[in-house]
C-alpha cells in the first residue's frame, strides 16, 4: 500500500522539502548494481542528524511505512530494494568526520562518510582506514552488510574495525552501542549485533571506527599461474606457513582479458594473483622472497613488482575494476553475483568447482577473489530478462553455497544476504534462523525495518 498523503504531510513537517516523491530520486533509489529489481519506493527522505532519523522513523512505525536505509547503493544482493514499498532513508547528507583522535587510533563519523573521504581527513595525521571493499560505499553501509574487501587478510573487516554505533530503532528510540574503550567485557555485544544486520534492527547514525597506522613500506606485484589449482593452492600454502600478506586476491584468465580491455595492459590471459606486502623495508624484502620461493614452486611467473604510488594505485584500480570491465565482455549484460567463504583448506576445490560448473553450464563469467581468508566472488553473464539463463546461474550460485556449507564455509563472505540469498539462510543457520527472528520481533514488532531481507521469513 502507498504511503498514505496524511504520512507524507507529517514528514514533511520534518524534512521539508529533503522529502521527495520526484520521480527521478524514487527511480535512483530504486536502482541495483546486479541483476535483482523492485518497484521504486514511494518517497524518498534525505534527512540531516540524528533527531530528524529518530523522527521519521517514529512517524513510520506509527503508520507501519517499510524502511529501508540507503548510502552509495553499491549492495550487490539487492538490499536496498524497496520490495514492499515504503520509504527509503537516504544517508549521504550525514557525512560529516565528527572527531579524529590520533592519540587513542579512532575516529568519530555519520554514516555518509565514504571510506575515501576519511583517508583524505587522515592523511596528516599518520592513519588509515583500512577495510576496502573496492566501491567508494559510504561507512554505514559498509557495517550495514559486514563489509570487508582486499584488506581483510591483514587489517580485518568491517566487524573488527568499529568499536561503537548510535542506532535509531524502529520506534524512534537512539541507542548506544559498545565504547570508545579497546575492549569491554560489559553486557550483550549489541555492536556485533548490529553490524552486518543490514538495516532490519535499525538505522546507525554514528560510528567509531578503529584506525590503524599507514605503513612504512609497501611492496605490489602480480603473477601469472599455468592454472588456477595452481594459483588458488599457492595461497593456501601462503596463509598456512604465516606470511603476513597486506592483500592477496585471485584473478581468472577472463578478469584479466575484461582489464586488459578496459584499462590497456598487457597482462597473460592466464590466473593471476595480485599481491601486496606492508611494514619495514626489511620486513616486506623477507616476506616478499618468502612469497616468491612458494610462488615458483607453483609455477608463478612473469612477476610485474609496482614499487611506485602511482603504479600500485593501477594496479590495485585493475582489481577493483573488475566487475564493470567483465560486463563489458559481454554488452548489454548483467551480473548474476555471489560470493562464499571456505576454510583454506578447501579453497582449491571450492574454486575449481565454480569453475567447472560455469564451463559446463555454459554460462560465461569469471572468479576473482580475497582468497587470503578464503572468500571469492563469481560474476556470472545473463542477458536481462532471460529467465533461462538468469535461473541456471542462480542454480550455479546456489551450488556454491551449498557446497560452502558442507564444507564449513559460510554463504556469504562479504557480500550480505539481502534478498539474494534469504532461501539459503535456513541451510546455514537451521534453528539459529528462529532466534534471529525473535531478535527482530523484539527490536521491530511491526516489521518496518528493511523488510523482506536478510531473514528467511518473519512471523
Known amino acids: 500500500m502507498p504511503i498514505s498523503e496524511a504520512v507524507l504531510s507529517e514528514l514533511r513537517a520534518i524534512l521539508g522539502d529533503r522529502l521527495s516523491t520526484g520521480e527521478s530520486d524514487r527511480e535512483l533509489h530504486g536502482a541495483s548494481e546486479t541483476?535483482?529489481?523492485?518497484?521504486?519506493?514511494?518517497?524518498v527522505a534525505f534527512p540531516l542528524n540524528t533527531g530528524?532519523?529518530?523522527?521519521?522513523?517514529?512517524?513510520?512505525?506509527?503508520?507501519?511505512?517499510?524502511?529501508?536505509?540507503?548510502?552509495?547503493?553499491?549492495?550487490?544482493e539487492g538490499h536496498a530494494l524497496a520490495v514492499h514499498g515504503g520509504l527509503v532513508v537516504d544517508l549521504m547528507r550525514m557525512d560529516r568526520v565528527l572527531e579524529v583522535r590520533a592519540e587513542d587510533m579512532l575516529a568519530v563519523v555519520q554514516p555518509g562518510v565514504t571510506r575515501e573521504a576519511l583517508n583524505t581527513e587522515l592523511r596528516a595525521t599518520g592513519l588509515m582506514f583500512p577495510v576496502d571493499p573496492g566501491a567508494n560505499a559510504s561507512l554505514g553501509g559498509m557495517a550495514s552488510t559486514r563489509a570487508?574487501?582486499?584488506?581483510?587478510?591483514?587489517?580485518?573487516?568491517?566487524?573488527?574495525?568499529?568499536?561503537a554505533l548510535e542506532v535509531v530503532l524502529a520506534d524512534g528510540r537512539v541507542i548506544r552501542t559498545g565504547t570508545r574503550a579497546a575492549k569491554s567485557s560489559a553486557g550483550y555485544d549489541l555492536t556485533a549485533l548490529m553490524v552486518g544486520s543490514e538495516g532490519t534492527l535499525g538505522i546507525i547514525t554514528e560510528l567509531t571506527l578503529?584506525?590503524?597506522?599507514?605503513?612504512?613500506?609497501?611492496?605490489?606485484?602480480?603473477?601469472?599461474?599455468p592454472s588456477l589449482t595452481e594459483a588458488v593452492t599457492c595461497v593456501a600454502q601462503t596463509m598456512?606457513?604465516?606470511?603476513?600478506?597486506?592483500?592477496?586476491?585471485f584473478?581468472?584468465?577472463?578478469?584479466?582479458?575484461?582489464?586488459?580491455?578496459?584499462?590497456?595492459?598487457?597482462?597473460?590471459?592466464?590466473?593471476h594473483l595480485m599481491i601486496e606486502f606492508n611494514g619495514s623495508p626489511d620486513a616486506v624484502r623477507a616476506n616478499a622472497e618468502a612469497f616468491g620461493e612458494i610462488a615458483a614452486e607453483h609455477g608463478g611467473q612473469n612477476f610485474q613488482w609496482a614499487s611506485t604510488l602511482e603504479e600500485r594505485n593501477r594496479l590495485w584500480a585493475a582489481r577493483h575494476n573488475s566487475y564493470w570491465a567483465t560486463l563489458k565482455l559481454r554488452p548489454g549484460a548483467t551480473g548474476v553475483v555471489t560470493d562464499i567463504c571456505v576454510p583454506m583448506s578447501e579453497l582449491p576445490g571450492a574454486v575449481a568447482a565454480a569453475a567447472a560448473d560455469m564451463e559446463e553450464a555454459g554460462i560465461p563469467g569469471?572468479?576473482?577473489?580475497?582468497?587470503?581468508?578464503?572468500?571469492?566472488?563469481?560474476?556470472?553473464?545473463?542477458?536481462?530478462?532471460?529467465?533461462?539463463?538468469?535461473?541456471?546461474?542462480?542454480?550455479?550460485?546456489?551450488?556454491m553455497a551449498e557446497r560452502a556449507i558442507a564444507v564449513g564455509g559460510t554463504i556469504s563472505g562479504e557480500h550480505g544476504i539481502g534478498v539474494g540469498k534469504r532461501d539459503l539462510m535456513?541451510?546455514?543457520?537451521?534453528?539459529?534462523?528462529?532466534?534471529?527472528?525473535?531478535?527482530?520481533?523484539?527490536?521491530?514488532p511491526n516489521n518496518i525495518m528493511n523488510p523482506g531481507k536478510l531473514l528467511p521469513d518473519f512471523n
Open 240 to 249: 598456512q606457513l604465516g606470511i603476513p600478506m597486506a592483500r592477496i586476491e
Open 210 to 225: 578503529r584506525l590503524h597506522g599507514q605503513p612504512e613500506d609497501v611492496a605490489a606485484a602480480v603473477c601469472a599461474f
Open 35 to 43: 541483476f535483482h529489481r523492485a518497484p521504486p519506493p514511494d518517497a
Open 148 to 163: 570487508s574487501g582486499t584488506t581483510a587478510v591483514r587489517y580485518g573487516t568491517m566487524r573488527q574495525n568499529i568499536l
Open 426 to 444: 535456513l541451510d546455514q543457520h537451521g534453528e539459529a534462523c528462529a532466534v534471529m527472528s525473535a531478535i527482530k520481533r523484539a527490536l521491530d
Open 251 to 271: 584473478m581468472d584468465p577472463m578478469a584479466m582479458r575484461a582489464i586488459n580491455l578496459q584499462m590497456g595492459s598487457d597482462y597473460r590471459e592466464e590466473p
Open 52 to 76: 530528524e532519523v529518530s523522527r521519521v522513523l517514529k512517524v513510520c512505525n506509527d503508520n507501519g511505512v517499510p524502511v529501508i536505509g540507503w548510502g552509495t547503493g553499491t549492495s550487490l
Open 366 to 399: 569469471n572468479i576473482v577473489g580475497h582468497v587470503g581468508d578464503g572468500n571469492f566472488h563469481t560474476l556470472m553473464l545473463v542477458e536481462p530478462g532471460n529467465t533461462e539463463e538468469i535461473t541456471t546461474a542462480k542454480r550455479l550460485a546456489r551450488r
